[in-house]
């Protein structure tokens, strides 16, 4: 196996990677130790990677197959990336609560990268949290109430709606549908590992199957805040050229929202997934 440096950022998920320069070519052996990194760590991070967007766009290949964002353009040249940016008049940023990206699609994206091409002189971190961890926290009666429960996803629920307010306005995708639903089973199987994870989020799940809204509204609340608990996650500082690869399968993230006055810019790829598989 190719030799990388693989440091863990928290106990619960995240490690950076060392040694590989991304610029350059990258064989095989590895790449399969990067995706093992991921795997195993969920969310991985590289540092002084600078990329140009076509580098970027290949880099992201090596994994899996980028698919266009549904409200937002990419760029110009390269559709398949969107600029995630703040610009500082503005008060709300974008993904800026917990969220799996896109549950809303019946087949959700399998992972997402993230590349910073400016970044505020503090603040702008981003929180990552383990789904695994959090469904393998819960009690034994709560495992088993989850385990048949179908969760309901929607765009337009909204949270999720309002922090991409800025870029639809001045970005948006004229194809782009009112809103998105798609029903996934709340405890998901990974289709690479065998694990469990939980998969509901806050900014995007409104109910479940069967149930009205407001029988569904005690179990969400206590589910979103037990998947958050600092145990289970993981904070990133940015640097310009740094580069975040997480897996939406089994983790969160968030994006914090502390650098009023600043201008943010990162570029994102997003490779397709599957369809969610229950237990």
Not at 128 to 156: P, V, W
Not at 232 to 257: E, G, K, M, V, Y
Request: hydrophobic share 40%; with cysteine; proline share 6%.
């Amino acid at each position: 196996m190719a030799s990388i440096g693989v440091t863990p950022l928290a106990g619960s998920l995240g490690a950076t990677i060392s040694g590989v320069d991304l610029t350059g070519p990258v064989d095989e052996d590895t790449i399969a130790a990067i995706r093992q990194a991921w795997l195993q760590h969920l969310v991985i991070f590289f540092r002084d990677q600078d990329l140009t967007p076509g580098q970027f766009l290949a880099f992201a290949r090596r994994f899996g197959e980028p698919i266009e964002y549904p409200f937002v353009q990419g760029l110009a040249e390269h559709p398949e990336i969107i600029p995630v940016l703040k610009l500082p008049h503005e008060q709300v940023n974008f993904g800026g609560i917990w969220h799996s990206d896109t549950a809303y699609l019946e087949a959700p994206p399998m992972a997402s990268l993230l590349i910073a091409r400016e970044v505020p002189p503090v603040g702008g971190d981003t929180e990552f949290a383990n789904m695994y961890l959090a469904y393998e926290t819960l009690s034994d009666g709560m495992k088993r109430l989850l385990e048949g429960l179908i969760a309901i996803n929607s765009s337009a629920a909204a949270d999720a709606s309002r922090t991409r307010e800025d870029r639809r306005r001045d970005s948006g995708r004229a194809d782009a549908r009112a809103e998105y639903v798609a029903h996934h089973p709340v405890v998901r199987v990974h289709p690479e590992t065998g694990r469990r994870a939980l998969y509901v989020n806050v900014a995007h799940t409104v109910g479940f199957e069967g149930m009205t809204r407001e029988e569904s509204a005690p179990i969400l609340s206590y589910l979103y805040r037990h998947q958050t608990r600092a145990e289970l996650t993981c904070r990133f500082r940015w640097q310009p050229r740094s580069i975040a690869f997480w897996d939406n399968r089994c983790a969160q993230h968030n994006a914090i929202n502390d650098y009023h006055g600043h201008r943010r810019l990162m570029h994102r790829v997003t490779l397709a997934g599957d369809r969610p598989k229950g237990v």
